[in-house]
């Protein structure tokens, strides 16, 4: 390995470790609270550095964002074979996109909470779409995910057609993910007795995909 290979590998490496230290901090204590050196002091970096990885706020809360979605898309995709994938028809692709969150609720609540208050900061802090681009392009790719998955559901007649494609992602999207992220930051009274808030995420996928998708005739 050459001296710039190196280079270039100690600097992702210092990056990652940034990203990996803003996120907890974020997820743990909110974003608006944290502070640019509180995450230098954490990461212990200068604060100096950090800016020369990040020049804003903005930059560091954005670039966590579309790096965390990219990671976790990426490993959803890993628990069926890309094969299975291929197979599926519109409602299984669905019902395999809406497990996603569930899977979220269950095992990367840290996702969830950073995402809370991420979508705030981002309401109050964008100025412009430069500035959100990495992020935007995850949406985009969720959007054509679902894309995908109307058009499989159009061929083999698994998916509702009288429900536009843009209403199936937005309604799907917002729905799943506003209300597990409620129950991860605590948003929702759970009584203490005989009460299972992962049964009731269940239960409202299964609403959605009575929603959208299509009931098989009766032999």
């Given at each position: 390995?050459?001296?710039?290979?190196?280079?270039?590998?100690?600097?992702?490496?210092?990056?990652?470790?940034?990203?990996?230290?803003?996120?907890?901090?974020?997820?743990?204590?909110?974003?608006?609270?944290?502070?640019?050196?509180?995450?230098?002091?954490?990461?212990?970096?200068?604060?100096?550095?950090?800016?020369?990885?990040?020049?804003?706020?903005?930059?560091?809360?954005?670039?966590?964002?579309?790096?965390?979605?990219?990671?976790?898309?990426?490993?959803?995709?890993?628990?069926?074979?890309?094969?299975?994938?291929?197979?599926?028809?519109?409602?299984?692709?669905?019902?395999?996109?809406?497990?996603?969150f569930l899977d979220l609720?269950?095992?990367?609540?840290?996702?969830?909470?950073?995402?809370?208050?991420?979508?705030?900061?981002?309401?109050?802090?964008a100025g412009n779409g430069?500035?959100?681009?990495?992020?935007?392009?995850?949406?985009?790719?969720?959007?054509?995910?679902?894309?995908?998955?109307?058009?499989?559901?159009?061929?083999?007649?698994?998916?509702?057609?009288?429900?536009?494609?843009?209403?199936?992602?937005?309604?799907?999207?917002?729905?799943?993910?506003?209300?597990?992220?409620?129950?991860?930051?605590?948003?929702?009274?759970?009584?203490?007795?005989?009460?299972?808030?992962?049964?009731?995420?269940?239960?409202?996928?299964?609403?959605?995909?009575?929603?959208?998708?299509?009931?098989?005739?009766a032999p």
């Open positions: 390995m050459n001296g710039y290979s190196a280079g270039k590998e100690w600097k992702q490496a210092k990056e990652r470790h940034i990203l990996e230290t803003a996120f907890r901090l974020f997820s743990e204590k909110g974003i608006e609270s944290v502070t640019m050196p509180e995450v230098a002091a954490a990461s212990d970096v200068g604060r100096a550095t950090l800016y020369r990885y990040f020049s804003t706020k903005l930059e560091l809360v954005v670039a966590i964002g579309a790096w965390k979605w990219d990671e976790y898309i990426a490993y959803h995709d890993t628990l069926v074979s890309s094969e299975a994938q291929a197979n599926m028809t519109g409602a299984e692709y669905l019902r395999f996109t809406l497990d996603s609720y269950r095992n990367h609540r840290d996702i969830l909470r950073f995402n809370y208050n991420f979508n705030s900061y981002l309401h109050f802090e430069e500035q959100t681009r990495s992020y935007l392009r995850v949406v985009k790719v969720l959007a054509e995910r679902f894309h995908d998955l109307y058009e499989r559901g159009k061929r083999d007649g698994t998916l509702r057609m009288d429900i536009s494609a843009t209403s199936l992602f937005s309604s799907a999207l917002h729905i799943m993910l506003a209300a597990v992220t409620r129950y991860a930051v605590g948003l929702v009274y759970v009584p203490e007795k005989d009460t299972d808030p992962e049964s009731e995420l269940v239960m409202l996928e299964e609403l959605l995909l009575s929603r959208f998708t299509r009931q098989a005739p």
